[in-house]
């Protein structure tokens, strides 16, 4: 059996993390409930002996062992100790390991540069080190699942730092990256600089890259909150909420939105920690959904979207969750899958549902989406028996579509209306970053779009007929 490390990274990677295990516990509890440590409960997580000091391994043997105590294999980074502090004082205390974190006291004043070669450089080996010490927990480290922001400098500068370590000591482990995207009216003013420095640093050292953008997960928030608020006939507008008065600037909804990726992570890993007749595990998603090593970039849909306290819901009928998965009002990115050609799609179901089913409604769909000529028949498909908490089934879509050039040309935009006058350049050349770095990210993100673009009009252009067929006199 394989292992994955989740590395954590920021304030944003750590808070998704916490919701992620904290989830991952729910779920397993209510399927292990004899508390066994078996195979798929090793996959994410340690058995130890918490009574010792420190606590013993307790190894998986024959996979019919009791649990001791669990811990999670995480890797937290920071460079501020709030959030890692709340993570390893609070209700989920347990499940860290408190000799598997790195953090600071001085953050990284959003600026990449600063995460990237000050903290990158100043915390290189005590990084290596507590990675090295997860990773020989391992039987068979199989994957890195980096979680991490692009918009601040800790998750951006110094998650993309660690994505390059990983490459260089870990070069045969897969490189699973979820980058939370600012979103185009973010508060941190240097972000357009932090994000497409960042993407640059994804293009060249990730093996997969899942794009999560803060506009679209407030939107589907709101989306939530406004479904609850019918169900119930109650107000669910709060503080905080995705619903807010017109004209007002609208409050992101942290919470909420860590627990939508949240979400999307637990169904990209039921693969491997449940079992099912047609389990889609991570190594096979970058085989199958990336054709070129550079256009690594998945959008996902999730479907239903729901929160876990709304028992009210019923459950969604299954073809119209293959036909949300589509639809933009699903996309954890802002965009519309049926705008681009598609490369590759995966459709990961878990619940109650056969495989014709899922064969069924991809020949319902297949002649509404574009594909590149070389792929028509580019379905990966995944089925996991164990269905989500308080739902019947759920599908996740992760799909190597051009559509995201579109995102990825809104990100050059405002790279380029900030780095035109050259405005807080100074802040990251006083760093050791040489300005011509600037340049090569935007020439990375350029060759990106254009890329994506030429694959869309080969997807665009007729078929060409087939070659004469031999005559025979």
Known sequence: MTQSIVVQVGQCGNQIGCRFWDLALREHAAVNVGGVFDEPISTYFR??????????????GDGTGKIGALKARAVLID???????????????????????????????NNWAVGHYRYGVDYRESILETVR????????LQSFMILHSMGGGTGSGLGTSVLGLLKDE?????????????SSDDDVVTSPYNAMLA????????????????????????????GKQQRTGRNVARAGSAISDAGA???????????????????LTSGSRFDGSLNID???????????????????????????????????????????????????????????????????????VEVSDIRRNIARLRPSLKFVPWNREGWKTGLC??????????????????????????????????????????????????????????????????????????ALAPDEPPPPRLKVA
């Open 199 to 226: 993407m640059n640093q994804l293009t060249q050292h990730a093996d997969c890259v899942l794009p999560v953008e803060n506009e679209a997960l407030a939107d589907i928030c709101a989306k939530i909150d406004k």
């Open 133 to 140: 010490v997860a990773a020989e927990a391992c039987d068979c």
């Open 170 to 182: 870990y070069p045969d482990v897969y490189r699973f990256v979820t980058a939370v995207f600012p």
């Open 282 to 352: 991570v190594n096979e998603i970058t085989m199958n959904l990336v054709p070129f090593p550079q256009l690594h970039y998945l959008i996902s849909s999730l479907t239903p979207l729901y929160a876990l306290s709304d028992v009210s819901m019923a459950p969604r009928k299954l073809d119209q969750m293959f036909s949300d998965a589509f639809s933009p009002d699903f996309q954890l990115t802002k965009t519309n899958p049926r705008h681009g050609a598609f490369l590759a799609c995966a459709l990961m179901v878990r619940g109650d």
């Open 385 to 458: 028996a164990t269905p989500p908490l308080t739902q019947d089934r759920s599908l996740l879509t992760l799909s190597n579509s051009t559509c995201i050039g579109a995102s990825f040309s809104a990100i050059n935009d405002r790279f380029v209306k900030l780095y035109r006058s050259k405005a807080y350049v100074h802040h990251f050349t006083s760093e050791g970053m040489e300005l011509s770095e600037f340049a090569e990210a935007q020439t990375s993100c350029a060759d990106l779009v254009a890329e994506y673009g030429r694959l869309e009009q080969q």
């Open 249 to 267: 600037k609208r409050q992101l909804p942290w919470d909420a939105m860590n627990n939508v990726v949240a979400h999307s992570l637990l169904h």
């Open 47 to 60: 058995n130890v002996d918490g009574r010792q000091s420190p606590p013993r391994e307790l190894p998986l």
């Open 79 to 109: 460079m501020e100790e709030g959030v890692i502090n709340s993570l390893l004082t609070g209700p989920m205390r347990e499940v860290f390991d408190p000799m598997l974190k790195v953090s600071s006291v001085s953050g990284s004043g």
